[in-house]
């Protein structure tokens, strides 16, 4: 085993214990949105936390009717713009908290007087200390390169601030069940996938599609695969591929299928059908039985909710990046290009 899979399967605790430790400065921050009449959050981040930052883009829109938008931190940080942010909610999120660039987004929202949320792994970081709120992962120390635990921990923390601002009851069970799904998975997602992914030993290209809240998980988990074992990936929106990049896809290519029972699954089944027309190879990764009956390659996970079924995606693309170095013999925990923290400006 190693460091990697060591954090995948920690997930199910870290999940459970975010919401005791996070709750009450939810609350406070949900009640001074209503209390100022925010009408937007303005998201900052980078990589791994961007991707969280697109799962809370779609799910506030879809729980709460919120408008997002995903930050450009470069406006500030290499052209000097002084960003007016409005009524809206700016949350910056990073694992380390050390985003230079989401820091700056952070302290110039201060100075216009919004209300700032962190979203970081570490209470003493300097996002941490300049937002006026912060929002802990307690996930522990993140060693491996790639993150895993960090992304789902900023994903419920960001669903918790929905359900807090929403006060949605479908979300908060969910919610509420998103640990005890984790662990399940894990009682048999490891070895189901490394007995299907033997096959892929020589793989150098592959793509990875999602539409919805299914989207950033296709994206993460390009970025997991790709960072961990070398191999090209392209992480793609299903509504997004069609325009163009479908071209790309020859007889015999890999294409992941991340789909979730609910309302973009006629979607996900439309491009698998036209994927099957040209002859790529599909692996889904859903909570359709039906669907994934049909398929010849994939993995079903637990009947979790919608809000929360992307949590049992990103476990799984997790553990089939992981999967894929034990079969190319590559230690995940070691790059010649890569660090654990990276800092932009």
Sequence with gaps: MS??????????????????????????IAEEYHKKGLCGIYFAARGTSDHACI?????????????CALGTPSVITKYGAKMNFGPQLVIGVSQSGKAEDVLAVLRQANEQGCVTVAVTNNEESPMAKEAKYHLYCNAGEEISIAATKTFTSQMFLLALLCWKISGDAALKEQLEAVSGDAAALLKYAPSALEAKLLRYRYLTNAFILGRGLEYP???EGALKILETNGIKMKGAAISDFYHGPIAQVKEGDLVIIVSGKGKTSDDD??????LHEIGAE???????EELYKSEKLGILTPQSGEYTAPFMFAICVQLFAYELTVIRDIDPNKSKVLKKITITK
């Design 3 to 28: 460091l990697l899979f060591d954090e995948i399967c920690e997930q199910p605790s870290v999940l459970s214990r975010l919401a005791e430790k996070n709750e009450k400065t939810a609350k406070q």
């Design 55 to 67: 799962y809370a883009q779609y799910l506030f829109g879809i729980v709460a009717g919120i408008p």
């Design 269 to 274: 089944k439309a491009m698998i059908e036209r």
């Design 217 to 219: 998980i296709a994206l």
């Design 282 to 288: 599909i692996f889904v990764v859903t909570n359709d």
